[in-house]
């Protein structure tokens, strides 16, 4: 696994996230990617799901992002941030065939964290709340 340099938590409170979501114009759109809004959108292909699970499956993915960003900087403690607050797009969850998480960086994300940086994440989300853990390691 490596040398950890730096983990992050986030907590999403999924009713007051279904609220940003359902607001016309909102962020989402900007924020994940197709492949992200399609995979949550998988579990509304199990009959007994509800639109609630999409939800929270968003909620849980937003808060990797957050996650990852806390490990970034806590990487990065003492030193200046390397990119602003925008870049939310540029880290997105994949999932493989078996639903398990992966994070993939994008652009100036994966130029600037490097090459030798590897991010593991896990997802959970449960009721009211969605919660996400990022560890950031280096060989």
């Known amino acids: ?21 359902q607001r016309p114009g909102t962020w989402v759109d900007r924020v994940f990617t197709p492949g992200e809004r ?34 970034w900087s806590e990487s990065l403690w003492g030193s200046a941030p390397v990119l602003g607050e925008e870049i939310h797009h540029l ?13 993939v960086l994008h652009g100036e994300v994966r130029a600037a964290l490097g090459e030798d940086i590897a991010a593991f994440v896990s997802l959970s989300h449960d009721g009211d709340y969605a919660i996400a853990t990022v560890t950031l390691t280096r060989p």
């Not at 340099?5 to 279904?18: K, M, S």
């Not at 909620?59 to 957050?66: D, F, N, Q, S």
């Open 1 to 21: 696994m490596g040398v950890v340099i730096g983990t992050g938590v986030d907590l999403v409170h999924v009713p007051g996230f279904a609220d940003q979501v």
């Open 91 to 103: 880290i997105e969850v994949v999932t493989d065939a078996w639903g398990r998480p992966r994070l």
């Open 38 to 71: 399609r995979d949550a959108r998988s579990f509304l292909a199990d009959a007994s799901a509800s639109c609630a699970a999409e939800v929270a499956s968003l909620a849980a993915r937003w808060a990797a992002k957050e996650a990852f960003v806390k490990a």
